[in-house]
């Protein structure tokens, strides 16, 4: 296991169970097999509708809620100072605890920024009260994060972004550091999308199929997955992979008994495309704002 040290002193462990689009009947066995397993971190959202179940996976594993670090976000429509509070109960009464070791404003919601400053402020209060041990952000590009802290007083802990090969974001990365903010890559292993294939038309391509992860993959004996879990791990970063097979949950959390050499990992930044799988943060769809989350 491999943790990392917040800036605040807290520590989380850097590999986590992610639970994106893992369905409500699926995700409370997917979070109990991965606390068998091992894993300490487990990451979901409000958005995702799955709180509850990730409450329940924690309770049938059996293991002490004061051992397993949970992180969850707060969505676009519950922005605002009196509403992200109350996000957080609805959270806190999912999820079945009654503190959270991590909170994080999902988007930065940019044409309503006032409303992100207000829900930030409301997780400052959360964390003075002691209810959230972290607080952070997800998707937030580095104009985002210096606007939120010009108004704020609190620096994130943690800014979730899309990371993996071929969409390594270093421009955010950068900026996350010189903060000392930690990166958490979603979909650290290219898991939910597909890329133009270089030098072909029309041709797509999962980073899971590059040669050149296949390559490293074969010289040391592990899966793909493997190989980019752990160029995640070495590189400082917390990786949240997503399944809800027992068997590939095993897989993922098996990445601390080797390391990849110097030019594995340049031959792996090689394959950056600077092509987003996911929403701009900067252009978000009109439904994000439209998704109302249930209460308790």
Not at 157 to 174: G, K, M, S
């Amino acid at each position: 296991m491999i943790n990392l040290t917040l800036n605040n002193g807290v520590v989380m462990p850097a590999l986590g169970l992610g639970v994106y689009q893992s369905a409500p009947a699926a995700t409370a066995d997917a979070v109990e097999s991965a606390l068998r397993v091992g894993y300490r971190h487990i990451d979901t959202a409000a958005a995702y509708l799955n709180e509850r179940e990730v409450g329940e996976g924690i309770r049938r594993s059996g293991v002490p809620r004061d051992e397993v670090f949970i992180e969850t976000k707060v969505w676009v429509s519950d922005y605002g100072y009196d509403k992200t509070l109350h996000a957080f109960d609805k959270a806190r009464g999912k999820l079945g605890v009654d503190t959270l070791d991590l909170l994080i404003l999902h988007q930065p919601a940019p044409a309503d920024f006032d409303a992100v400053i207000a829900a930030y402020n409301a997780l400052e209060a959360l964390l003075a009260d002691g209810k959230v041990r972290a607080i952070g952000v997800s998707n937030f590009m580095p104009h985002h994060l210096e606007r939120l802290m010009q108004a704020t007083a609190v620096v994130p802990a943690i800014n979730q972004i899309e990371l993996h090969p071929f969409f390594a974001q270093r421009d955010v990365q950068a900026a996350n550091a010189t903060h000392g903010i930690v990166t958490q890559a979603w979909s650290p292993i290219g898991g939910i999308t597909f890329y133009p294939r270089r030098g072909a038309v029309g041709e797509r391509v999962s980073v899971m199929d590059a040669p050149t992860i296949r390559e490293i993959a074969g010289a040391h004996g592990k899966s793909p997955a493997q190989v980019m879990l752990r160029w995640h791990l070495q590189a400082g970063r917390s990786a949240i992979p997503k399944s809800v097979t027992p068997s590939r949950i095993a897989e993922n959390f098996e990445v601390f008994d080797f390391t990849l050499s110097a030019e594995d990992i340049e031959r792996i930044n090689r394959l950056d495309t600077g092509t987003r799988g996911g929403p701009d943060p900067d252009q978000p769809p009109a439904s994000f704002f439209d998704f109302v989350i249930p209460e308790a």
